[in-house]
Every structure is written in C-alpha cells, then in structure tokens.
C-alpha cells in the first residue's frame, strides 16, 4: 500500500477483509499515518516507495496506490 495518510486508510481496512494480506505500508508523512502504522505493527513501514518495492519485491503481488494522482505513474 502506498499513501496511506488519508484515502489509503481505507483500502487498508478492507485487504484483510477481502482474505489478502498487507505485507508493507508506505507513506511519506509518516505522522500523517501514525496511527494506520500503530494499527499493523507487524508490517513493514516505508516512507520511500522505491525502498519498499527494493526490499520486499518477492513478497508484493499487487500494489495499491491511493496517492494524488499527479504521483500515480512515478510509483
């Protein structure tokens, strides 16, 4: 997941309800998101999404972006 701060705190609650699981989360306001990240302590946190796709490639099978959209094509 990326851009979990606002519009992502949603597709965040719904993963594990739909039988996924949430294997990072990132967002680079890491205040904005404090308490999404409080929430699932187990999973990785990332402010860098190009970090988070280096370190956990082989554990990613879909990703979800709820960022501005001017930032969608970057990521």
Not at 20 to 41: E, G, S, Y
Not at 45 to 73: G, N, S, W
Request: glycine share 6%; charged share 25%.
């Amino acid at each position: 997941m990326v851009g979990i701060g606002k519009r992502g705190r949603w597709h965040v609650s719904i993963v594990p309800r739909v039988g996924q699981n949430l294997v990072a989360l990132c967002d680079a306001n890491h205040q904005r998101a404090a308490d999404v990240f409080k929430k699932h302590t187990a999973v990785p946190k990332y402010r860098d999404f190009r970090k988070m796709l280096d370190e956990m490639e082989r554990q990613i099978d879909a990703l979800v972006i709820a960022t501005p959209c001017h930032t969608h094509a970057v990521i």
